[in-house]
């Protein structure tokens, strides 16, 4: 057995990445970030090493210091995770569970639901596994603008299918690490539409919402750790992603609203300001779902430029 605590190496330095770093520390788990420069988020807060995720020779020479690999984003060439694993690499997910996410036969196609959820799974090596409350996602022009969990439209009896199917489609893909699958709803049938194999925007509300977040799961799972409880936090949790408009000052209306609600989480990705930039999220916590997303809205509303009070 290891005696000592393990270096998890993550190809990618951005949000995600920047989130993760609060849950590898109070692990005691040193992460190494692979970046593409000094200027990508987590690259702002912690040391990394900067390289192309495309060169493997490089990537084989970054996973020589590390425990374990995982990846951030879906970049990573499956022929490049290929290659570390024939180098003698723990990599997690592995290429056979990359290979299952794109295999498998889902309803990429748009098809008319009636709305979409995201549930968030976690399966370890020994394959203990647990689901977080599913997810209700808004969208617009394809942008992820609000969630809510749990998922308010979701009865009872459809919230325990969704999750079934994670799990089951986890096993499939002998995940290990968090998966997001994200689903259709009609009517009362669910069609699994895509497996996405890394913590996901869908998921930010477990960082204040449930005991366990999606970050701090993924390096459990990944470790082989025993699995954290996913239970949440509060009745309901909403968050709103802030994106570039018409304001390049960030810091004065996020004084602002921190001033007019305390109870609003604030997570910002260290980003350049642009339109349609995805700059960070805010998550508000409690019993009251219609005072929550009012509050919520008016977040995004303000720190965008769309209202100025």
Known sequence: ??????????????????????????LGIKLLPFASGTSDSAAQV???????????????????????????HDLVPLSTIKAMEVAGVK?????QTLEYSREKLLHKESIDCDYIINVQVARSPHAQATTWAPTQVFKSDGKCMMTISPAPLLSAAMSEQAQK????????????GVMT?????????????????????SGYWTIEGSRTSQ??????AILDLPLGDPTMTNEYAVVGNIFGKNKTDMYRPYLHLMARNPSLKF??????????????????????????RTEIEHAVDYMSGEIDE
């Open 267 to 292: 997570h910002m990705y260290a980003k350049v300001v642009s339109p349609g930039e995805n700059i960070g999220h805010i998550n508000a916590l409690g019993s009251d779902l219609i005072e929550l």
């Open 181 to 201: 699958v994200e689903m259709l709803v009609k009517g009362d049938e669910i069609f699994t539409k895509d497996l996405i194999l890394h913590p996901h925007n």
């Open 215 to 220: 970050f701090e799961q993924h390096l459990r």
């Open 91 to 95: 990599v997690r997910p592995g290429s």
């Open 1 to 26: 057995m290891k005696s000592e605590f393990p270096v998890v190496g993550i190809i990618g330095a951005g949000q995600n990445v920047r989130m993760m770093i609060a849950s590898a520390t109070a």
């Open 46 to 72: 912690t040391p990394c090493v900067i390289g192309d995720y495309t060169d493997i020779e490089a990537i084989k020479k970054f996973a020589e210091q590390c425990d374990v690999v995982t990846f951030e």
């Open 165 to 176: 199917i994670a799990l089951d489609a986890a096993a499939e893909a002998k995940l290990v």
